[in-house]
């Protein structure tokens, strides 16, 4: 794979030490393509952890194949099992990679979603392979046990009706433009702060997605996110021309219905 689409192996492992450069990946140098033991082939648990980001976020259609805990190939004659016995026994689990060498010994990127909220655990040269599911499992239990994930704006939700003076209507919804969530410790969603920023006075025309104000969400005088308020339609100024327009799409919208 690697000569197919690089040229030679090579090649290849000088583009993946430039993405892990690229992801953060600080740490990590590949001297090969296959992972196998070799001087100066490096890497820690925090940059497995950015890959493993990396993968689930951009290429998601890897869980089709990670959550699989058997299959078959060859009408059956074939069966394969998944080396992750975490996707069997743990709530949520939905991969990611085992790994094993005499020198690296057993390791593991181990992968969960609850409750919206998805956590990676690393475990590296665990002396077993029972031990590195153990302490992957305490990881994950930790996680899932103090911390949830909070939205606290949705895209695309309708935030309020506003008055347009010398519009053709009178009225916009205001909707919010992007989702903001968080990753809290369990309870410290009753502290936070929403403050709500809109124009005092909002004067036609109004262009779809126009920015009409903002929502900032605090905790302790910490800014967790933001987002932009925006105007649903477009609403015209109004004119003789636009008001004829308006009237006769409504009435032939009329007409239309009546049909």
Known sequence: MAEYLCGSEEAFVAKM?????????????????????????????????????????????????????MDTLRDGKSELVNTNKLIRNYKGATGLKTGSTSVALYNLSA??????????????????????????????????????????????????????????????????????????KKGEDKEITQTINLEENITAPVYEGEKIGEIIYTLNGEELGRTNIVAEKTVEKKTFFSIAAYVYMNWFNVLKDMR
Not at 32 to 46: F, P, V
Request: with cysteine; aromatic share 8%.
């Open 111 to 184: 992968s969960a979603t609850r409750d919206g909220m998805s956590l990676i655990a690393v475990i590296m040269k665990a002396p077993t392979t029972k031990i590195r599911f153990a302490e992957a499992q305490k990881l994950l239990d930790y996680g899932f046990n103090n911390y949830e994930y909070k939205n606290l704006a949705v895209k695309g939700n309708t935030l309020k009706e506003a008055e347009v003076t010398k519009g053709i209507t009178s009225k916009v919804n205001l909707v919010i433009e992007n989702g903001v969530g968080i990753l809290l």
């Open 17 to 69: 030490n430039e993405t892990a450069k690229e992801l953060g990946m600080n740490d990590t140098t590949f001297k090969n393509c296959h992972g196998i033991d070799e001087e100066g082939h490096l890497t820690s648990a925090y940059d497995i952890a950015l890959m493993s980001r990396e993968l689930l976020n951009n290429h998601p259609t890897i869980l089709n194949y990670t959550t699989i805990w």
